[in-house]
């Protein structure tokens, strides 16, 4: 029996590892290139898939602050979908 904890063991903390820490930082998180509807501007937008039940509630669509003229707009972040991020201002999910 106490060798079946000593391969959980370690499988267990692994596991806490990927999910507290690996995840946060190199899981699945989208930048979106979103165009503001009221300054036509182009900002991006950083988030996680998933991560608070507002996100789930509203699916695709965030009620984002543009960073320009700050306005707040109903976006669809999945459409507008990137994989590269560059050098344009990011605002980054408090949700
Ligand atoms: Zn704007």
Redesign the pocket.
């Known amino acids: 029996m106490v060798d079946i904890l000593y391969i959980l063991y370690p499988i267990v903390v692994i596991g806490f590892v990927i999910i507290f820490l690996l995840l946060p930082r190199y899981g699945p998180h989208y930048t979106s290139r979103l165009t503001?509807?009221?300054?036509?501007?182009i900002f991006n937008f950083h988030w996680i898939p998933g991560a608070t039940f507002t996100s789930l509630l509203y699916r695709n669509n965030r009620k984002l602050k543009?960073?320009?003229?700050?306005?707040k707009?109903t976006f669809n972040v999945t459409s507008t979908r990137i994989r590269k991020t560059k050098k344009i201002p990011k605002i980054k999910s408090k949700t």
Do not use: E, I
């Open positions: 503001c509807p009221n300054c036509k501007k543009c960073p320009y003229c700050h306005v707009s």
